[in-house]
């Protein structure tokens, strides 16, 4: 007799590991792009972790949920009103330090954004 496995959707998973990454410490906030049927699920697995979250809409079918420490969500509803292509430099350059990336790149990054010569 087979045996019947509960396999979760791949969305669900990657949105397991980082609400794993989150509880570790590794990160202090998460911005994670999710299809809208698996959104209720996100919900209710961020809020049995008793993790802060804040929704964006992100096109037709997703959305942008960001969570993590309630001091980066605080800043991220002062933009979060837009889509991220709409954002400032200076509001882009804050986003993706408090997600975590490359310091160095976002230095690059915001030099070009802002059509500046910066050295790095």
Known sequence: M???ENVLPAEIKILYNHIYEYKKGIRNLILYTINNRYSEQAFKRLES?????LVQKAGKNN????FGHSDCLE???????RPLNLL???????LGT???YDICRQCKRFCSRKKE???V
């Open 117 to 119: 010569r910066c050295a």
């Open 88 to 94: 400032t430099p200076e509001e882009d350059f804050i």
């Open 63 to 66: 959305i942008n949920l960001y």
């Open 98 to 100: 408090l997600l975590g």
């Open 49 to 53: 972790q008793n993790i802060p979250y």
């Open 75 to 81: 800043i991220v509803k002062m933009f979060a009103d």
């Open 2 to 4: 087979k045996q019947i």
